[in-house]
């Protein structure tokens, strides 16, 4: 069974910054893409950053130059470093798996609120 989870949330002051990680459980964590998604209050979930599992990354535009996306497959897990963070970034982040053409999982999600 593959698990996902999640962690690193919490509160942050606008410009600081906070690391999210995903530990993956169950799945051939090497051979799979990774990344991270988010979704504030009222909107639709959104891109934030992937990873493929030869380590090319890929960024929603907001994000490109703050945030850093990596992976160590040795501990199976996916991290999302995340600078100058902004009010707006207030969202739960989810983890996210490509475990094949036809199969996605997500983590429970970690809440992420920047306020000062």
């Known amino acids: 069974q593959v698990q996902l989870v999640e962690s690193g949330g919490g509160l942050v002051q606008p410009g600081g910054s906070l690391r999210l990680s995903c530990a993956a459980s169950?799945?051939?964590?090497?051979?799979?893409?990774m990344g991270w998604y988010r979704q504030a209050p009222g909107k639709q979930r959104e891109l934030v950053a992937t990873?493929?599992?030869?380590?090319?990354?890929n960024y929603a535009e907001s994000v490109k130059g703050r945030f850093t996306i990596s992976r160590d497959n040795a501990k199976t897990t996916v991290y999302l470093l995340m600078n100058s963070l902004k009010p707006e970034e207030t969202a739960v982040y989810f983890c996210?798996?490509?475990?094949?053409?036809?199969?996605?999982?997500w983590g429970q999600g970690t809440q992420v609120t920047v306020s000062s």
């Open positions: 996210w798996e490509k475990y094949s053409v036809f199969k996605d999982y």
């Open positions: 169950g799945t051939d964590f090497s051979i799979n893409a």
């Open positions: 990873i493929t599992r030869g380590g090319t990354t």
